[in-house]
């Protein structure tokens, strides 16, 4: 580990107040009303119509969406890696198109296509399917959106994890090893990724915790929506759910670092 | 170190090996051209040659992870061509660490085994008994990067080993080494082959390497067998120029072929093997056959000499140019020095000759 020398204990200090200062000043505004400590704005927070349910709902979006993507990146890396390793730059482009297209833009498409449902399909099965996916018990056409909004992020863990460790020949001493394709990559190749998957499944779970924009103009009410809502109301409160989010998001990137990080390997390749 | 008998049971089932024309080509660039040759059962067979003579990617049809374009592999007197690599019963060790970061020791050698679905107690203690076979039974709980390159290339040996293969192919195994640790390894992977007597195929650019350690070497050039043969014979009678100058060091010596003799450095010595097609040859010579001594006047001089030990490498250059290469006892060299006149004398032997340049 590299020593800490005035220059960096100067930029450490420096970036700590610029992240720090704020923070305090929020938490110490949703605790102090006139010249006395109370937590009434957190308590309140609790008993508040909605905060239950849409924390769980934005949990579920989250789980899902990191389920779906890692089920359709990692197979993809890895055979981009052993088949086509040339078609990199071209995968890395359309990964990253999510980062390009605003948001707002994507809500816009979605939305069309959401509306064919109405118009084109109610008289064939997929109209059914259209209902089903905006189901505002669990919106599936979100899971779908942030998907796609994810890719740039766990495209970028899961290629700097594969280009940590050599998969060809992984998957080559463990097919020589009687291991078939699926075994290989499940046994051989899948293990050694464990700091890349876990990667991509913080970047996506952060960006679905507070995502706002898409959920918001699809009419769906997942946590970071439920923040926005009610704190219109009060001051006091609205700054102290702004807190409460952060250490939800938090604790939850903990809670997934300590399910994943038995971190007995992880160390070096 | 002894081998139980469980090892022993490998050696009765060895497998003949064998390539039947097999074709392959990379885009512009062929791989293999038609190379067709036979492994005996229990054989140590080398494939020698340089980088691109295609030995790698015949090794790696053997296990299954090419095609080639036409062509067959046959175990055993069986086609596996389109057997998947996973199903071939061939044991692998790599030129790359290949171990799995994630498992140990013994969970590496013993991945092979998960894959069977053996119980776990059981090939705790095959792979236990594997980690002694190659000599790291106290490393079992150690992570390959916990372990120099050395160990790791003994225990990719001993996950190899693992599902007692008919076939072991070694691509490079010792290349990433450092050489004190490439020269021990090497002999342990002789060992290990003479006593399982596993059929064994070993690809390498080394050719040290190949004579020391192969009961047989094929020497391959431009996807092609140009001679398989026992170390002491390609040394002796390479059966083409390129393997002649290939395995070990050849001089080129200009020589007149006529009336079935040919006429090199002052004296006239019968042709071993074919008869040249043209008049203007080259005669082959190895440095040891080379005899050197002082003499004023010649019009050859010594170029170069390097000292290797008991003896020395004396590079003269002839009245002509051509340059010629003899292995002197250091004692006799220590008078020959860089510029001094010699003359050069072969021995009362058939030569070897090529066509002029090829």
């Not at chain 1, 482009?93 to 064919?116: D, E, H, N, Q, Y």
Request: glycine content about 8%.
């Amino acid at each position: 580990m590299a020593r800490l020398n005035p220059w960096r204990w100067a930029v450490l200090g420096l970036a700590a107040l610029y992240f720090l200062v704020p923070l305090g000043a929020s938490v110490v505004f949703s605790v102090d009303v006139g010249d006395r400590v109370t937590f009434d704005a957190y308590s309140r927070i609790l008993g508040t119509d909605g905060f239950g349910d849409s924390l769980l709902l934005a949990l579920e979006l989250a789980a899902a969406t990191i389920a779906l993507v890692l089920l359709v990146m990692v197979p993809a890396s890895v055979a981009l890696r052993l088949g086509a390793p040339r078609l990199r730059p071209v995968v890395e482009i359309v990964c990253s198109l999510p980062l390009v297209v605003p948001p707002i833009a994507f809500v816009a498409g979605i939305s069309t296509v959401l509306k064919w449902g109405p118009e084109h399909l109610a008289r064939t099965p997929f109209f059914r399917t259209m209902v089903a996916i905006q189901n505002p018990d669990f919106p599936v056409v979100l899971v779908l959106a942030y998907a796609v909004m994810a890719l740039p992020f766990v495209h970028q863990a899961l290629d700097a994890g594969l280009r940590a460790v050599d998969v060809p020949t992984l998957v080559e001493a463990a097919r020589s090893c009687g291991a078939n394709r699926t075994q290989a990559l499940l046994r051989a190749v899948l293990p050694n990724l464990r700091g890349a998957l876990l990667n991509a499944s913080f970047l996506t779970l952060a960006l679905v915790l507070g995502e706002y924009t898409v959920a918001h103009l699809l009419g769906f009410r997942p946590f970071a929506v439920w923040i926005v809502d009610i704190s219109g109301a009060q001051a006091q409160m609205s700054v102290a759910v702004s807190v409460l989010s952060l250490l939800v998001t938090w604790v939850m990137l903990l809670a997934l670092a300590a399910a994943g990080g038995r971190t007995r390997t992880t160390s070096r390749g | 170190m002894t081998v139980t008998t469980t090892e022993k049971a490998t050696a009765e089932k060895a497998a003949s090996v064998e390539f039947r024309g097999l074709r392959r080509q990379f885009g512009t660039t062929t791989a293999l051209d038609g190379l067709d040759l036979a492994v005996q059962p229990g054989e140590f067979l080398a494939l020698l040659g340089p980088s691109g003579c295609g030995k790698t990617t015949a090794l790696r049809m053997l296990a299954g992870f090419e095609h080639p374009d036409s062509g067959e592999v046959l175990v055993d007197g069986e086609d596996v061509t389109r057997v998947p690599a996973h199903r071939r019963d061939a044991g692998m060790v790599f030129q790359s660490y290949s171990l799995f970061p994630h498992l140990d020791a013994v969970g590496n050698v013993a991945f092979g085994l998960r894959m069977r679905g053996v119980r776990t107690t059981e090939r705790r203690t095959r792979a236990t008994e594997l980690l002694e076979l190659v000599g790291l039974a106290d490393k079992g709980r150690r992570f390959p990067h916990q372990l120099s390159g050395g160990q790791q290339q003994r225990i990719a040996l001993a996950r190899a080993l693992a599902l007692r293969p008919r076939v072991l192919l070694l691509d490079e195994p010792l290349s990433a080494l450092d050489a004190k640790v490439r020269l021990t390894l090497r002999e342990e992977i002789r060992r290990l082959q003479q006593e399982l007597g596993i059929t064994t195929l070993f690809v390498t650019h080394d050719q040290e390497e190949a004579l020391s350690l192969a009961d047989r070497v094929a020497v391959m050039h431009a996807g092609r067998l140009e001679q398989c043969a026992a170390p002491a014979e390609l040394y002796g009678r390479p059966a083409t120029a390129f393997v002649a100058e290939f395995v070990g060091t050849m001089s080129r010596i200009p020589g007149r072929f006529t009336d079935g003799l040919v006429e090199v450095l002052g004296r006239r010595l019968p042709v071993d093997g074919p008869p040249p097609s043209a008049a203007d040859v080259d005669v082959l010579v190895r440095p040891e056959a080379v005899g050197v001594r002082a003499d004023a006047g010649s019009g050859a001089r010594v170029a170069a000499t390097a000292f290797l030990g008991a003896a020395t490498r004396v590079t003269v250059r002839l009245a002509d140019g051509t340059e010629v290469k003899a292995d002197l006892p250091t004692h006799e060299a220590a008078a020959l020095g860089a510029g001094t006149e010699v003359s050069v004398s072969l021995p009362d032997r058939p030569v070897l000759v090529a066509d002029r340049g090829r």
